[in-house]
């Protein structure tokens, strides 16, 4: 694999002490083998980054890559009549090829706007064709196939037979956990208890401890959702899942908003870990979480868009902007500071997949999943003895990452995308949905 050198960028690190420095970062074989304030090392390609900063990639944890085909179609209502009402008779009509043009329509704008990693939530069917656009692009992802097998208002095409949803999620783990060398792997997906029954999720518990792998669900996003669980299951959201043997290190929930002390107890001493989407939790009316309380207690948090049809963006700038104004009106300005808020965004969505030691920080030895900002620009100047992550947090946008690489390989080049045809993919989602439309109409 080609070796790379990048030099005299802004290196914010990110690390436990949180250094930054000006100087060069070399990698080779996909990981940081070098950095310093001047190496003297070659290189197959030289990457000139004076005035911009070196980050790493972003890393979200909670997206829906089989729903960005459906950007602008649900917008304004609550969790559950937003999915009965839309997103699922949307889901239903997907196949092979929308599945496809929705992820690569995702993962364009996921690695323009400067994000690496993701962990994902397919749908029901196709899920093939999400993970072939992931390895032809180059990010990083876990993934899986969502799991529903219970519930009324599920359209027919959903619907699954118990049996049949873990026989295929085992089928997907089998051919994709893994690929590329560990750069995609497998996740177990129940959509949330509302729509599984205890035989699917307790077969997921026991899978998923077969094979090492994780659990990534909805829990306690919305005040239906917790009420329909607590009449038919006769628990708290949290209580039930840590009830049926779920609630381990494994597990990553997205949203957990409505929590009371003893579910936060629950996911605190089991190392649950979660996924914050201020975002999603404001458009969807959901409400907003207790993160600074979350992270008083040293609990793992990441950040995550949720679908676009909830947000309507997968930018990390604008959930970083989000996850910090949204605590202040009701903790003080101080809360939720640029510092954190970019940890958020880096190496606590590495700690929530587990995978800390291989990314989330520029250190020697990980994983070169990184990107280059440039700051040069009306919108971040003043630059003068200005606060680095201030720029990056509350100034910073999309439009400011000019270079991504993934593992070492340059993904986008002065914001030339490199694994994908971006007029063709727009073209084709827009065919895609097109066609999809016509399907649920007939
Ligand atoms: N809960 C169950 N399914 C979904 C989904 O697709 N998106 C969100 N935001 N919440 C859910
Ligand atoms: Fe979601």
């Given amino acids: 694999m080609e070796s790379l050198l990048i030099r005299g960028a802004r290196i914010v690190t990110m690390n436990g002490k949180l250094d930054d420095f000006i100087g060069d970062l070399l990698v080779e074989n996909g990981r940081i083998s070098q950095m310093g304030a001047r190496l003297e090392a070659q290189a197959d390609r030289v990457i000139e980054a004076r005035g911009k900063v070196l980050l790493p990639g972003f890393i979200q944890t909670h997206v829906h890559l089989c729903q960005t085909l459906f950007r602008g179609r649900a917008d304004d209502l609550e969790l559950l009549d937003w999915l009965q009402q839309r997103i699922w008779p949307l889901e239903a009509a997907h196949d092979e090829e929308s599945v496809y043009y929705s992820a690569m329509l995702g993962i364009g704008e996921l690695i323009s706007s400067g994000t690496t990693t993701l962990l994902d939530m397919e749908t029901v069917h196709h899920t ?13 992802a876990v993934s899986g196939k969502v799991m529903m097998d219970h519930g009324g208002d599920v359209p027919a095409g959903l619907r699954e037979n118990t049996d049949d949803s873990l026989g295929e999620s085992v089928r997907l783990l089998d051919r994709w956990n893994g690929h590329d060398d560990g750069r995609l792997q497998y996740a177990f997906c129940p959509r949330f208890v509302v729509s599984c029954t205890e035989e699917l999720l307790v077969g997921v518990r026991d899978l998923s401890r077969r094979y090492g792998v994780r659990v990534h669900t909805h829990a306690s996003e919305n005040r239906g959702e917790i009420e329909v669980v607590e009449r038919e299951r006769g628990m708290r959201n949290i209580v039930y899942l840590d009830h049926l043997g779920l609630a381990g290190p494994d597990l990553i929930l997205a949203h957990c908003i409505w929590l009371d002390e003893r579910e936060k107890e629950i996911i605190r001493r089991r190392g649950v870990k979660m996924t914050h989407c201020p975002g999603s939790n404001l458009k969807l009316a959901s409400g907003i979480a207790e993160v600074p309380d979350m992270l008083s207690r040293r609990m793992p948090v990441g950040l995550g868009a949720d679908g676009a049809p909830c947000n309507n963006n997968l930018d990390m700038f604008q959930e970083m902007r989000l996850a910090a104004l949204i605590q202040k009106p009701a903790h003080g300005p101080t809360t939720m500071d640029a510092r954190t808020v970019l940890r958020m965004a880096t190496m606590g969505g590495a700690e929530v997949l587990g995978m ?11 994983k070169a999943d990184l990107i280059l900002l440039d700051l040069y620009d009306f919108h971040t100047f003043p630059s003068h003895e200005v606060d680095i992550y201030s720029r990056i947090v509350y100034s910073a946008t999309r439009g400011c990452v000019d270079t991504v690489a993934i593992g070492g390989k340059i993904v986008m080049e002065n914001r030339t995308m490199k694994t994908l045809d971006r007029d063709l993919v727009l073209r084709e989602a827009d065919r895609s949905i097109a066609r999809l439309m016509k399907r649920i109409e007939a």
């Fill in 128 to 140: 093939d064709a999400a993970f072939r656009a992931m390895a032809e692009t180059g990010i990083r």
């Fill in 356 to 366: 800390e030691d291989e990314i989330g920080s520029l250190e020697v030895g990980k």
